[in-house]
């Protein structure tokens, strides 16, 4: 369990830096890129309450 919390902040962590390439490249608009950003909050806010939850630091 521990590994898949890791896994999610990676990908939390990865997904704000492919946004942010796709909207300097003007191939998603401002408000997909918010979503993007939503999402990874998300994504990495379970992360950290797995990681949290299996006691590992």
Same mark, same amino acid.
């Given at each position: 369990?521990?590994?898949? =919390?890791?896994?999610?902040?990676?990908?939390?962590?990865?997904?704000? /830096?492919? *946004? /942010?390439? *796709?909207?300097?490249?003007?191939?998603?608009? *401002?408000?997909?890129?918010?979503?993007?950003?939503? =999402?990874?909050?998300?994504?990495?806010? /379970?992360?950290?309450?797995?990681?949290?939850?299996?006691?590992?630091?």
């Amino acid at each position: 369990m521990y590994t898949v =919390a890791r896994f999610l902040q990676m990908v939390g962590l990865t997904i704000p /830096i492919l *946004a /942010i390439l *796709a909207q300097l490249n003007q191939t998603i608009t *401002a408000s997909k890129m918010l979503g993007f950003l939503i =999402a990874s909050v998300l994504i990495f806010s /379970i992360g950290h309450l797995l990681q949290r939850t299996t006691g590992k630091q």
